[in-house]
Every structure is written in C-alpha cells, then in structure tokens.
C-alpha cells in the first residue's frame, strides 16, 4: 500500500513538472502566461506507435533537445498502449506532443465522407489515453481530409468531429486541450478552409488551432517569392493559432531551413505560432533530420529495419541539415506576448466563405451533420456572424512546391474528389 502510494505521489509530481498549454484568440499560451511558438519534428519512426518504446525515446528526445525542439507530431498511436515512460521522456526535455487521432480506419473520408459513432469513440479514446499528460499541446481531428479542391464539401465533417469532441472533453472535466486540424496547402482553397472552420461565431463547432502543411519555401528563396508573404496575408490576425504542421522542403537540398527566421522573426511572428519540420528519421524520401543507422536494401528485413531503413538505435544527426535548423533556432527566441496583455478582441472574425468557381463548395454556414451522418444530399444554411474575410489568392500565387503530406500513410493525398451535396437531417 505505501509503495503503492508513493508511486502513485510521484506520478502526480511528474505529470505536473512541465507548465500546459492553452489557446486564447490567435495564440497559444503556457499556463503560467507566456506565449508559446512551436519548434517541432514530425515524429512517426514506422507506421505503428512510436510512444512505447520509451529507451527510444528518451534517445530521441535528448538529441531533439540539442536540436532545439520543444514539441513533437505524431500521426498514428495505439489508444490500449501505454505511453507514460515515453510522454515523460519527452517532457523531462522540455518537449510537447501534438497528436492525431484518427486511425487508418477510422479518419473521414474526403469523398465519401461520414462521422459516426466507431469514429468518435476511437478519437474519444485517444483523447482519454492522452489528457492526463500535461506536455500533452494539442490533438488533431484530420490530416490533410481535404487534398484537391473538389473534396471541400467534407469540411462540414471536419467541424463536426471538433464539435463532438471539444464537448467531449468538457464532459469529462479534461483542461481544455486545443483540438485542430492540420491542412494541405492548396492554393484553390486558401483561405476558403481556414476561415470556415472558425467562422460561424460558435466557438464550441471550431477548431481551436489551424496547421498547414506547406512546402512552397525552397531554397534558395525569399519571404515574397516563396508564396510566404501570400500565407502571411491570409493569417493576418486569425482567429486562432495557426501554424505549420509540415515544412521544410527539400529541393533542390541540402535543406537550409532559411524560411525559419521569417516564421519566427518580423515577417509573420505576430501571426504565426511556429512550425514543424519534416521529419525526425530519415527515409527514401530523403526528409530525415536524423538516421539509425546507414541504408540498407528495401527488400531487406531484419528487427527495426523497415523499407531499407533502420527505425531505432542511437539516432545520428543528417549533415548539413541538422545543423542548419539548430543553427537557426538557437538564434530565434521570440518572447510574443503575455497573457495577461493579450487583447483577444484584436484578431479578426472571419465570414463564412460562399462558394467559389475554383472549388470551394460549401456556401456559407451550413448546418453540421450530426452524429451518424453520411453525405448525401443537399445543404441547409444556419445564421452565421459577420466578418470580414482576408484578400483572396490572385492567379499568380505561388503554389505548393512539393504536393501534399509527406507523412507515412498520408490520408489525404492522392485521392480523387467527386462533386459531391451535404445534407443535414432534422
């Protein structure tokens, strides 16, 4: 019994050794008030957990914090495992998880789209698995859903798995854990997404933060030719946090991560709350910030060797690319704002898109579907609050240089849309 509960003692003392993380208007703040930017690695090493194994982590997280990290993502976790000695490893470094919790059965389709109860109750459980972490930043309710223009009448599904599990989590008496969506950078359909999944003026059915997985800054390039300055003027005082939940392109390499000191520096630091950098481990696609270990032969097969690739061991930093990013955040130290002096009323209330001839299909605010819903018919308008939308992309923006997610089993990419009519049953 004593034993039993001095565990028990020390568990509470280490799930509250690293301050939380909370949103207000269009930032993220720790719990003791200060703002907070993300410096992150996609953090997926196969396609299977990477939050068991906690001797691999705890190698991992003290390299990352040599490298200056302070928040990992990660795409696919098994909600039955336990991930204590990894989440403390992590959190022992300083570094916060960011989580997605679909699965490679439950996520919601982009052209077919449904939200029913197997869905909600997986999401839910990752959420239960997860709450109690307090380096636990945020989880994710989708990944790149939407990957071509004519997949948007799935956006209306998006926010409603927001809205079920932010009420959720408040029935269950969890902090309020941000909950977002992360976004393929889609020229067609900026900034139509991004300002319908806060639109509305019910906080309780929008995401509380908005990732974008871009990667139209390749080197060598500038804030204004890079398509930066267009993202910038999009998120001009959002809402929300946004941030890039994917970056770093690798063309033509090595990477040099100059895009780092726009994000974090005078050009966009007012609006945006960070990035995170594709990827931790290096693989075929040559994204790899660190690897375990030389490239084998991809039929190879052996204990931790995947694809030809070693997925565990001591990682070892890619040169140059390692450095140049450590190079770069050892010297972007933003200190933002404090809470305390955060006006929320400062950001903007963004108005409902209308449909668009490049795509977008959702006209205005429409009625969610409930739980149990499949797409099928037509669409029902709701009141929406007024607001005045950023300026929409000219022709000549510059696009994606690199198409779409990069991550291991991206759900999004490569899947064809159809036109397809929501319906909303009363």
């Known amino acids: 019994m004593l034993s039993s509960l001095v ?20 930032k993220f703040f720790t719990s003791d008030g200060k703002q907070f930017f993300i410096k992150g690695v996609a953090y997926q090493l196969t396609e299977n957990d990477p939050l068991i194994d906690t001797e691999q982590c705890t190698r991992d997280a003290s390299l990352m914090k040599k490298l200056g990290a302070n928040t990992i993502r990660v795409y696919h976790v ?3 495992a336990d991930h204590s000695g990894c989440m403390s490893a992590f959190a022992d470094a300083g570094i916060y998880a960011m989580i997605d919790m679909d699965t490679f059965d439950t996520y919601i389709l982009p052209n077919d789209p449904w939200w029913n109860q197997t869905q909600f109750d ?14 636990l930043l945020g989880l994710f309710v989708g990944n790149e859903i939407i990957a071509i223009n004519n997949q948007s009448l799935a956006a209306p599904f998006i926010k409603a798995s927001t809205r079920d599990l932010k009420a959720y989590r408040d029935s269950k008496g969890y902090r309020k854990i941000p909950i977002g969506y992360s976004a393929t950078d889609i020229a067609e359909l900026r900034p139509w997404l991004q300002d319908y999944l806060t639109c509305g003026g019910n906080s309780s059915e929008n995401i ?9 800054w390749c080197d060598p390039t500038t804030f204004q030719t890079s398509g930066y300055s267009g993202l910038q003027t999009q998120a001009k005082d959002f809402p929300v946090p946004i941030f890039f939940s994917e970056t770093g392109c690798n063309k033509p390499g090595p990477r040099l991560f100059n895009d780092q000191p726009s994000i974090f520096g005078p050009d966009m630091v007012n609006d945006w709350s960070g990035s995170i950098i594709y990827e931790w481990i290096e693989e075929s696609n040559d994204y790899g910030l660190i690897s375990y270990g030389p490239a084998a032969d991809p039929t190879a097969t052996g204990k931790d060797v995947v694809g030809g690739f070693t997925r565990a061991g001591t990682p070892t930093p890619v040169s140059p690319d390692f450095d140049n990013l450590s190079k770069h955040w050892a010297t972007l130290t933003p200190t933002g704002i404090s809470k305390s002096a ?12 209308t449909s668009t001839a490049s795509g977008w299909l959702v006209n205005g605010n429409v009625a969610l579907p409930s739980l149990g819903e499949t797409l099928t018919g037509g669409y029902s308008s709701v009141p929406s609050a007024t607001g005045t939308s950023p300026a929409t992309p000219s022709p000549s923006e510059t696009k994606n240089s690199v198409s779409g997610s990069k991550e291991i089993a991206g759900m999004g990419a490569g899947l064809v849309g159809v036109m397809m009519v929501f319906t909303v049953w009363f």
């Open 122 to 135: 997986s999401f839910s459980k990752v959420m239960d698995t997860f709450h109690d972490y307090d380096n």
């Open 78 to 80: 098994d909600a039955n």
């Open 342 to 353: 955060y006006d929320t009323k400062a950001v903007s209330t963004r108005a409902c898109p």
């Open 208 to 216: 509380d933060f908005y990732g974008l997985n871009s990667y139209q």
């Open 7 to 26: 565990l028990a003692l020390c568990g509470a003392t280490l799930s509250y050794a690293i301050p939380t993380i909370e949103t207000a208007g269009g």
